[in-house]
């Protein structure tokens, strides 16, 4: 499968963005999907993910409250809503998916990689 992340770019703390992926192929339905991110200088930290089905999901301790993952396996498409965005959440966001029915936080347990959509907060 092949990833393609968009709606990154520059706001303002406080506000919000919505990140798509978007995936090719007809079998969107049978990968869980993640979402990454890489700050300047960081490792790639875990943000969330969400299981082939949409029933579940799991977050990273910054995330959960602020952002928001969904999908719509009619249109191959997982999105990731952010709110309340922070300086801190400077980061080029990577979608990923894995060919399993459930979620996974480690980089290693995912399958395929976008190629990354910037995010840049500004305060």
């Known amino acids: 499968v092949q990833l393609q992340a968009s709606g990154g770019g520059l706001v303002q703390t406080g506000k919000s963005l919505r990140l798509s992926c978007a995936a090719s192929?007809?079998?969107?339905?049978?990968?869980?999907m993640g979402w990454f991110r890489q700050g300047p200088g960081k490792e790639r930290e875990f943000v969330g993910a969400?299981?082939?089905?949409?029933?579940?999901?799991e977050y990273a301790h910054f995330a959960k409250g602020r952002f928001t993952i969904s999908r719509d396996n009619a249109k191959n498409t997982v999105y990731l809503q952010m709110n309340n965005l922070k300086p801190e959440d400077t980061a080029v966001y990577y979608c990923?998916?894995?060919?399993?029915?459930?979620?996974?936080?480690?980089?290693?347990?995912?399958?395929?990689w976008g190629q990354g959509t910037l995010v840049t907060v500004s305060s």
């Open positions: 990923a998916a894995r060919r399993v029915i459930n979620t996974a936080s480690l980089p290693k347990e995912y399958d395929y």
């Open positions: 192929g007809r079998t969107f339905s049978s990968y869980a």
């Open positions: 969400i299981s082939r089905g949409g029933g579940s999901t």
